[in-house]
């Protein structure tokens, strides 16, 4: 039995400079992930919240390792991830794949569905199993799109689409950890909740884990396993979903979660709809 995380980022630290205004232009270093520490669990998501500016993305960057640390440590199945290189690397850059907030900035425009969905194959020099219009076509189809628009460029999706076919080509190396950046957070509430519940279903299907980063706890609570708060770099709680949403332990969760509205304005618009429609029923 292994009882060892997916991931395990210990005692991060990011560190920018930031170079000052002023007479002296004097640069200060700046933490913006300052000891950050939490694991992932094969199979789990953990949601990571925290609001602009708290050091989720840059925390997210760490782990994908596409900045380097300043100090602290990412271990990945056991390995230390900012000591890979080579080959080894390589095959990291597969195991996790990154799903960003703007799906028409970090789609190509000028490259189709096919090339795109294919291309994290192409970089691993892995074989496009069945060829690439087949597997295009079946990516598309897992991902709730018309495998006939295969040869389509991303302008031609809405932003829901668009943000399915960064899945799908997330989905193609078959990754063991999928990071999702603010993944939904661009996209309109009712398209929100498609994306959600095709996320979960992937997870089903593939049982691979989510780093699932978002500002909205709405959005956290249909997701996420577990959750880590951050605040101005730092994780101030870690716990199961119904532990932080139903007994937050730390005064910032809690000043967060009071921030929530509890009605959602379109929730309220449904509540209305229904009651209206009873008193109606009544009166007929
Ligand atoms: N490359 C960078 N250089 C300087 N400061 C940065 C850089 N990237 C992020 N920051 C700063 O680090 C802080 C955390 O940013 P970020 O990780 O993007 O937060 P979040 O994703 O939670 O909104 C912010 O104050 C941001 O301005
Ligand atoms: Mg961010």
Do not use: C
Not at 42 to 56: F, I, M, N, P, Q
Not at 162 to 174: K, M, N, P
Not at 184 to 205: G, M
């Amino acid at each position: 039995m292994s009882t060892e995380p997916l991931l395990r980022a210990r005692n991060l630290v990011k560190e920018f400079t930031v170079h000052g205004g002023g007479l002296l232009g004097r640069s200060a270093k700046f933490r913006a992930v300052d000891d950050v520490s939490l694991d992932v669990r094969s199979g789990e998501t953990l949601a990571l919240v925290g609001e602009s500016g708290s050091g989720k993305s840059t925390t997210a960057r760490l782990i994908a390792r596409l900045i380097d640390t300043t100090s602290g440590s990412v271990e990945f199945a056991g390995r230390e991830v900012h000591a890979l290189t080579g080959k080894a690397l390589h095959a990291y850059r597969g195991e996790v794949q990154v799903v960003f907030q703007d799906p028409y900035s970090s789609l190509n425009p000028k490259h189709t569905v096919e090339r795109i969905v294919t291309a994290p194959l192409v970089y691993q020099k892995r074989p496009v199993p069945g060829g690439a219009r087949a597997f295009t076509r079946e990516l598309m189809e897992r991902v709730g799109l018309d495998p006939d628009h295969s040869a389509r460029f991303p302008a031609q999706f809405s932003g829901g689409q668009a943000q399915r076919i960064g899945i799908a080509r997330a989905l193609a190396v078959s990754p063991k950890l999928i990071i999702a950046d603010e993944a939904v957070s661009a996209l309109d509430v009712s398209v929100q909740a498609q994306v959600i519940n095709l996320l979960r279903r992937l997870q089903d299907e593939e049982g691979f884990s989510y780093l699932f980063i978002a500002h909205d706890l709405a959005v956290v609570r249909q997701i996420a396993t577990r959750v880590a708060v951050m605040n101005e770099g730092r994780i101030v709680e870690t716990g199961d979903r119904d532990q932080v949403f139903g007994a937050p332990r730390d005064p910032y969760t809690r000043k967060l979660l009071a921030a929530v509205p509890r009605i959602r304005p379109e929730w309220d618009a449904a509540r209305r709809r229904n009651e209206a429609a009873r008193r109606k029923r009544q009166e007929a």
